[in-house]
C-alpha cells in the first residue's frame, strides 16, 4: 500500500505539535520561503499540505495555482490561537461549489 504524504507548513508554535503525529513540519513564515516549501512539497509527492492562515494569506498566489489540481490538497488551519477564517470560507466555497448552494450557516 503506497503511503501518502502529509506536510504542515507555518510558525513554529503553531505547527510543531504535528510532529508528535507523525506530519512533516516544515517552520516556515516568510512569504518567499512557504511559496518555494509549496513548490517543493508538491513536487515531492504530497497528499496533502496543512498550512496556517496566517502562512496561506501570505502565499495566496501558490495556492491559486494549485486550486484545480488533485494534489496536494492544500488545507489552511489557524494558527495558534487565532483564526481568520480562511479555512471555514474554503470548506464553504467547496460545499457551495458540490451542492450549488451554501448549506453552511454564517457564524455568530
Known amino acids: ?23 512533516d ?18 513536487d515531492g509527492g504530497y497528499a496533502v499540505i496543512y498550512i496556517t492562515e496566517t502562512a496561506a494569506q501570505k502565499a495566496q498566489a501558490v495556492i491559486a495555482e494549485y486550486a484545480t489540481a488533485t494534489f496536494p490538497a492544500i488545507i489552511p488551519i489557524p494558527a495558534g490561537n487565532k483564526s481568520l477564517g480562511l479555512g471555514m470560507k474554503r470548506v464553504r466555497e467547496n460545499v457551495e461549489k458540490a451542492v450549488g448552494a451554501d448549506i453552511l450557516f454564517k457564524e455568530g
Do not use: N
Not at 504542515?8 to 504535528?18: A, K, L, Q, R, T
Not at 513540519?25 to 508538491?42: G, K
Open 1 to 23: 500500500m503506497d503511503k501518502k504524504k502529509i506536510a504542515v507548513i507555518g510558525d513554529p508554535s503553531s505547527v510543531m505539535i504535528f510532529k508528535a503525529v507523525g506530519f
Open 25 to 42: 513540519v516544515f517552520y516556515e513564515e516568510e512569504q518567499e520561503q512557504i511559496e518555494r516549501r509549496i513548490h517543493r512539497l508538491a
